[in-house]
């Protein structure tokens, strides 16, 4: 392989710091989020805190509020009030639906999760042994 000099304007990246990977529901969307759980799978982990447990997420999906009410059509005539919802509060926790989460412009669907020292898991297996709800607000 031919060595090839970088020009100047290109930079290291910084070290990536424990503090870089917890998730601000109020600021960031939902493709920033994706790309941050994507981005430190499988090091360190993209995490946020709910009841005052630490919760990694190792992988997600994004929605948007139609397609998410397209899936769930119970919701349609909800959906102005998954608009008002702030970013970070559980809207669906079942074993067999999954878990979903309001974000600043959409909806995540996590997709495998990490409880506080606990293993990596499927998000069904994680909703059968664990108690979140409908409502409970990610921070």
């Known amino acids: 392989v031919k060595r090839i000099p970088q020009p100047e304007e290109f930079t290291i990246a910084p070290m990536i710091e424990k503090s870089m990977a917890k998730i601000d529901w ?3 969307d939902s493709r920033k989020i994706k790309n941050l759980v994507r981005g430190l799978n499988p090091i360190l982990g ?3 805190n709910l009841n005052d447990k630490k919760i990694k997420f190792w992988k997600i999906d994004i929605l948007n509020i139609s397609e998410f009410t397209d899936k769930f059509t119970e919701y349609k005539e909800f959906e102005y009030r998954l608009k008002e919802m702030e970013p970070g509060y559980i809207i669906i926790a079942d074993e067999k639906l999954g878990l979903y989460i309001r974000t600043l412009d959409g909806i995540i669907s996590v997709l495998e999760i990490q409880g506080e020292n606990a293993r990596k898991m499927n998000i069904g297996d994680f909703l059968r042994g664990s108690n979140l709800e409908v409502g409970y607000k990610f921070e």
Do not use: L, P
Request: charged content about 15%.
């Open 26 to 28: 109020e600021n960031f």
């Open 46 to 48: 993209a995490y946020s």
